[in-house]
């Protein structure tokens, strides 16, 4: 081709036609625009995407660095005795900060008064935590409860749970807990590039836990406790009306502020330490609520039992009777009555409320095969036996109730008419908890309508109606009031009852007077020994009406219970169960002789004696 001139202004310029060499230009200028055009889509894509869409995740991210979220623990709820004082107190426990604007200061504990002078003048340095202090820390050791800091486990069981929280390890501090720990609160407070406070944002203030009324005595408790003396076992007393638990003690204990508590000084601590150790490893399971969760064999506690069964089912009547020979055969073997072992006497012939005011083996025996197994173990599960109580406290006893089905299902043996003797008298495979016993003293004393028992007041209790008829009701009473009475077995209470019981005064009118009916129990249990002799745990359960007296105690701290009882009201009717574990010092407790003077004494204090300094422990080897 040829080629063409362009004139611009006055110079001419040659135009080759079929000149190429632009071509790359333009192809590398496009190429540039569109690579410049696609970074631009994606800045701006980029930026739709982070002003719009991840807009708020990035906001919140740099509040998280701008703002700080401190949780306020909230102050944990009281529990409070039946007449409204705290059995638990929240004391604080000061510190001070060297920066209080730093997120996490270094603290340095310091007692009350140093921290009351430290509030008068640098008070944003000084700071506090709160620590339980039980006023009754042994006493009520196991009832009660203790707190401590959480654990992983407690973390992994509940995310609403901080390492700042304390949380009921045991007892009524346990059960009660979520109730117990309130709601926190939060103080949201802005910090700069440092992670110092620099002003609050905002503060939502924590709500404190609830206060919980609960229906023990903590006065009766400690005079239980002085009652059993260096005894190992517990003591229940409950309300009969309505199944309310006025005191459940535990011997031995444990100090729970030792727990709860954390000393300032250094040295201080490493002794607690130690202290602790050796409480959480101590043999005697200072721990173990022997009252709630413990098993043990019954003895002839259990032939109050037995005797209803044997009434209600026909079996047996007011006019039966067996003739004690101190020995009863069967084949090659022999059943022994308790007076026979021990003194070599019989009882002749002997009918019920005689067999239960002497606790007569023969007797029982009898009744147990007239009865029959099944039918018994039929009625002890109506009275409770083999189930929880339901009482608010956790790891309650089941316990066991033993009959011809489960020794075959469990042993894979038949069931033999030993095997029934030794029910009907609450031995063998039979096993029953303290509470479980109160339970069924309660049902007895409160005519037939058993309530289950409870830490905490109930407008309406929860009560069932077992079907007892009022005349066999009566005639347990009896014999409970002749136990008690002198030609009984509880000789602690011969006196005692004799003062008060009227001739030919029914069972009420004796309660009524003040008179206690009782039922005392030894069972053996374990192997025997050279001798051929099991160790043995003491029972003893009283049904009692105490009578405030009138007159005024002497002794302060008896007078400001005496005054609260006779103000706020105090129950009509009360059951009182009692054990006495076997140990290495005294192997072999009886019901007479270790566990019916630890009532008597509580017993005594109700009627306006002095509080109990030791448990006595005189007195003849009465009975079962």
């Known amino acids: 081709m040829g080629s063409a001139v362009a004139v611009i202004g006055l110079v001419e310029i040659p135009i080759n036609m079929t000149n190429t060499s632009t071509r790359p230009l333009a192809v590398r200028t496009r190429i540039l625009t569109g690579v410049w055009v696609s970074l631009l889509s994606l800045l701006g894509v980029r930026l739709i995407d982070v002003q719009l869409h991840k807009g708020s995740e990035f906001r919140v991210q740099a509040d998280d660095n701008r703002f700080f979220t401190q949780r306020l623990v909230a102050n ?100 009660f807990d979520e109730r117990l720990r309130g709601i926190d609160g939060k103080e949201v407070v802005e910090i700069n590039a440092l992670g110092q406070k620099q002003r609050v944002i905002k503060h939502v203030e924590p709500q404190s836990g609830q206060a919980i009324q609960t229906t023990l005595d903590p006065e009766l408790a400690q005079v239980a406790w002085q009652a059993l003396g260096d005894h190992p076992g517990a003591v229940v007393i409950s309300d009969a009306s309505s199944g309310a638990l006025l005191a459940v003690v535990n011997k031995p204990s444990f100090d729970a502020n030792l727990i709860s508590q954390v000393p300032i000084d250094d040295q201080e601590r490493q002794s607690r330490a130690s202290q602790l150790s050796t409480l959480f490893t ?60 021990q003194y070599g006497r019989t009882e002749g012939e002997i009918s019920l409320v005689r067999a239960l005011a002497r606790s007569n083996d023969i007797y029982f025996y009898k009744a147990a095969e007239f009865i ?47 095997n029934t003797y030794h ?42 109606e077992i079907s007892v008829h009022t005349e066999n009701m009566e005639l347990i009473l009896q014999g409970m009031l002749d136990a008690c009475s002198p030609g009984g077995t509880a000789f602690p209470f011969f006196a005692f009852n004799q003062a008060r019981r009227v001739t030919d005064q029914d069972a009420k009118a004796d309660l009524e007077s003040g008179a206690v009916a009782c039922k005392t129990g030894t069972a053996e249990f374990g192997g025997a020994d050279a001798n051929g002799h099991r160790r043995t745990h003491g029972w003893f359960l009283a049904i009692v009406e105490p009578k405030l007296s009138s007159t005024a105690p002497s002794d302060p701290q008896q007078l400001k219970w005496w005054e609260r009882a006779r103000a706020q009201g105090f129950p009509r009717r009360l059951v009182i169960t009692v054990l006495t574990e076997s140990n290495d010092q005294i192997p072999f407790k009886e019901g007479s002789r270790e566990a019916a003077p630890v009532a008597k004494s509580i017993v005594d204090w109700l009627n306006g004696a002095a509080a109990p300094t030791a448990t006595a422990s005189a007195g003849p080897a009465s009975s079962r």
């Not at 009350?112 to 042994?138: C, D, I, M, N, Q």
């Not at 032939?303 to 067996?322: C, F, H, R, W």
């Open 423 to 464: 029910f009907g008298i609450g031995q063998g495979d039979l096993l029953v908890s303290p509470l479980q016993i109160a339970s069924l003293g309660q049902a007895i004393a409160n005519n037939g309508m058993q309530c289950q028992p409870s830490f905490t007041p109930q407008q309406i209790p929860d009560c069932r």
């Open 76 to 175: 944990r709820g009281v529990l409070l005795d039946r007449y409204g004082e705290p059995l638990v107190w929240n004391q604080r426990r000061y510190y001070t900060v060297a920066d209080p604007q730093s997120l996490h200061p270094t603290k340095q504990f310091i007692d009350r008064e140093t921290a009351l002078v430290l509030l008068a003048t640098r008070s944003a340095e000084v700071g506090f935590t709160t620590e339980r202090e039980y006023r009754y820390p042994e006493v009520l050791a196991q009832v009660v409860g203790y707190v401590a800091p959480v654990t992983v486990e407690d973390l992994e069981q509940d995310p609403t749970l901080s390492s700042q929280h304390q949380v009921g390890k045991l007892g009524l501090e346990k059960s």
């Open 282 to 341: 101590d043999p005697r399971k200072l721990f173990f609520n022997r009252a709630v969760a413990g098993a043990y064999p019954p003895g002839s506690v259990f032939k109050l039992v037995t005797a209803l069964a044997g009434l209600e089912s026909g079996a047996i009547t007011a006019e039966t009777s067996v003739v004690d020979e101190g020995i009863l055969k069967v084949g090659e073997y022999e059943y022994r009555n308790w007076y026979f072992t």
């Open 372 to 418: 029959g197994p099944s039918k018994l173990a039929e009625f002890a599960r109506i009275f409770g036996f083999g189930k929880a109580p339901g009482s608010q406290l956790s790891g309650e006893a089941v316990g066991l109730v033993p009959d011809p089905e489960w020794k075959e299902q469990k042993l894979g043996e038949r069931w033999f008419l030993g």
